[in-house]
């Protein structure tokens, strides 16, 4: 299987079915210096590579829910990391899911369709355990404005902002120290 997405933007990449999450995220558009990178389900042609990793067909129906779905989950994890006092409203997204009892009585959930709205529901059902065993929280946008690159934050205190610290961390440090040194001059001159 060709995985579609995830070296993309070269990020820490998450693990079981939150990489089909992550994937799913990193293929918005997303602004770079030297040119935006392009939302790979627009086109047909790039939609239908991007589904055919995961062994569906390109002229399958349900593109623009996919969309949708994942648009939503960017924007509630913007709220939830950048801007919780923002005034966006994450859309709410539904879908059905098939649970079944098996023989020897476990549970299993699973996507209760087939195509691309189980893609959806396979991402929905992997956010869903995320959140019940808190690995949620790793999953995150780099916090650079300029950039929201989906990454994986494996920090030992889940305290990582930046999709990679040496490009997006750098830029932001260096614009404070700019700042800090301004300041320092303006104290110096008064
Ligand atoms: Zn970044």
Same mark, same amino acid.
Request: aromatic share 4%; glycine share 8%; hydrophobic share 40%.
């Given at each position: ?28 558009? $997303? ?5 935006? =990178?392009? *939302? !790979?389900?627009?086109?047909? #042609?790039?939609?239908? %590579?991007? +589904?055919?990793?995961?062994? $569906? ?5 349900? =593109?623009? *829910? !996919?969309?949708?779905?994942? #648009?939503?989950?960017? %924007?509630? +994890? ?113």
């Amino acid at each position: 299987m060709n995985a579609p997405d995830h070296t993309r933007f070269r990020v820490a990449v998450a693990p079981g079915e939150l990489r089909i999450v992550q994937e799913l995220l990193n293929s918005a558009s $997303i602004s770079k210096a030297g040119g935006d =990178v392009p *939302d !790979l389900l627009d086109a047909p #042609d790039t939609a239908a %590579r991007w +589904l055919a990793a995961y062994g $569906i067909p390109g002229d399958s129906p349900g =593109v623009g *829910d !996919l969309r949708t779905l994942r #648009d939503a989950l960017r %924007r509630s +994890l913007i709220e939830r990391d950048h801007d919780p006092a923002g005034d966006t409203t994450p859309a709410a997204v539904e879908t059905t899911v098939r649970v079944r009892l098996d023989a020897d009585g476990a549970v299993h959930i699973g996507p209760g369709s087939t195509g691309i709205p189980a893609l959806g529901e396979r991402v929905l059902l992997a956010v869903h355990e995320a959140q019940l065993t808190g690995a949620w929280r790793r999953v995150k946008l780099c916090r650079n404005p300029q950039c929201l690159v989906a990454f994986w934050d494996g920090s030992r205190n889940t305290s990582g902002v930046w999709h990679d610290v040496r490009t997006c961390g750098n830029v932001a440090n260096l614009r404070k120290s700019r700042a800090r040194r301004a300041a320092r001059a303006a104290t110096a001159e008064s």
